[in-house]
Structure formats: structure tokens, C-alpha cells
Antibody
Framework: EVQLVESGGGLIQPGGSLRLSCAASGVSVSSNYMSWVRQAPGKGLEWVSV???????YYADSVKGRFTISRDNSKNTLYLQMNSLRAKDTALYYC?????????????WGQGTLVTVSS | DIVMTQTPLSLSVTPGQPASISCKSSQSLLHNNGNTYLYWYLQKSGQPPQLLIYEVSNRFSGVPDRFSGSGSGTDFTLKIGRVEAEDVGIYYCVQSLQLPLTFGGGTKVEIK
């Protein structure tokens, strides 16, 4: 059974940093396309970032230069380092696995971790 | 970026009746490998999205056969053969042809 469990969210002041984690079981983070997708309160879904099996990484323009996606294969964990946080980054952040290698669209999603950027 | 447009915004359906949601993309989602990268998700209240349909018409594992997807190029449709109470939520179409991944605005399905 695939399980993705996000953690690391919380209340942070504008300009601050947070690192989100996504512990995976039943799936290898190194063998799949792994994404972060966020959802602002009461809003739709916004893709944030993906890391491919060849270690290449891609970002939405809204977070480029501020967020960094990475993984630790030994811990089977995905990360999202978020710097220079803004109020508009307030959202529930989901970790997700691609449908299959070569496809970014998610199949399995975690329950999400809430990030609130506010003074 | 590819823009995904869903209609209608909301839908109120009598249980047992069919329902249909349309999704249009601003450019063709057909890849030169022959695959079309269009996906459908359902997000129930307080839950993460769940994949229903991948690559236009393939039901994901465990998805009931009352859900079906069709379309090509830029025009796609999700049909629910006979709506059940558990089908309420917000439906999203998503394109994965190119980054950034983009989502439709969502269609809220309610039961009458």
C-alpha cells in the first residue's frame, strides 16, 4: 500500500523559511516522479515542483528561486525547502507520486501539511 | 502555460441520473508518442484529490466503472453513468503534457 505522509508545516512569518518532508512507504521516491502540489484555503490546486528519476527538478514560476525540491533515497523521503515565504504561499501542501515514470500528473497523494505565512 | 477550462462550474444531480463535465485545453494534449496527457481527479471534502481517469479514458485502480472519460486533442469529457451520493465533491481536469502541470478550475458536484 502506497503511503505518503507530509510534515513540517506551521505558522511562519513573511520572509521566513520552512522545510517540508514527505515520508514514503510502499513506493520508492527515487524510482518515481515526485511532486509537491498546493491548495490555498478554499481555492483550487496549484502544482509547485517535481523531481524526476534522473534528479532533474522543475518549479512553478511563482516559487522559482525560493523553493528547492530534493529527496533522500536512504530515508525514502521527499523534501521541499521553502525560503523567502510570502503570504501567498499560505496553503495545504501535498506530496504526490506520478502516475508512472514519464508522467508528472499524480496518482497517489498524501494528506497534506498546512503552511501559514502571517505576521 | 496550457490553460484548462472546465464547465460547468457546478452541477446538481439527482441520484441515479447521469452527469457530464467538460474540459477544454488551450492547446492539444496529444504527445508525439501517441499518448494524450489528460487526467481527471475528484476531491472530496477534507481529503486530497484522488485520481479517477488517466490519459483520457483509463480508469485508475479501484475506480467504479460508472466513471468514464473521453475526448481528444483539446476537448475532453468526464461522465458519471449514474451518480451516487459518494460522488459529491470537486472534479478537476489536469494536463501533464508539459510543465507547469495545470489544473482546471474545478466543477462542484452536489446531490439534489
Amino acid at each position: 500500500e502506497v503511503q505518503l505522509v507530509e510534515s513540517g508545516g506551521g505558522l511562519i512569518q513573511p520572509g521566513g523559511s520552512l522545510r517540508l518532508s514527505c515520508a514514503a512507504s510502499g513506493v520508492s521516491v527515487s524510482s518515481n516522479y515526485m511532486s509537491w502540489v498546493r491548495q490555498a484555503p478554499g481555492k483550487g490546486l496549484e502544482w509547485v515542483s517535481v523531481i524526476y528519476t534522473d534528479d532533474s527538478t522543475y518549479y512553478a514560476d511563482s516559487v522559482k528561486g525560493r523553493f528547492t525540491i530534493s529527496r533522500d533515497n536512504s530515508k525514502n523521503t521527499l523534501y521541499l525547502q521553502m525560503n523567502s515565504l510570502r503570504a501567498k504561499d499560505t496553503a495545504l501542501y501535498y506530496c504526490a507520486r506520478g502516475v508512472h515514470v514519464g508522467v508528472t500528473a499524480p496518482s497517489y497523494w498524501g494528506q497534506g501539511t498546512l503552511v501559514t505565512v502571517s505576521s | 502555460d496550457i490553460v484548462m477550462t472546465q464547465t460547468p462550474l457546478s452541477l446538481s444531480v439527482t441520484p441515479g441520473q447521469p452527469a457530464s463535465i467538460s474540459c477544454k485545453s488551450s492547446q492539444s494534449l496529444l504527445h508525439n508518442n501517441g499518448n494524450t496527457y489528460l487526467y481527471w481527479y475528484l476531491q472530496k471534502s477534507g481529503q486530497p484529490p484522488q485520481l479517477l481517469i488517466y490519459e483520457v479514458s483509463n480508469r485508475f485502480s479501484g475506480v467504479p466503472d460508472r466513471f468514464s472519460g473521453s475526448g481528444s486533442g483539446t476537448d475532453f469529457t468526464l461522465k458519471i453513468g449514474r451518480v451516487e451520493a459518494e460522488d459529491v465533491g470537486i472534479y478537476y481536469c489536469v494536463q501533464s503534457l508539459q510543465l507547469p502541470l495545470t489544473f482546471g478550475g474545478g466543477t462542484k458536484v452536489e446531490i439534489k
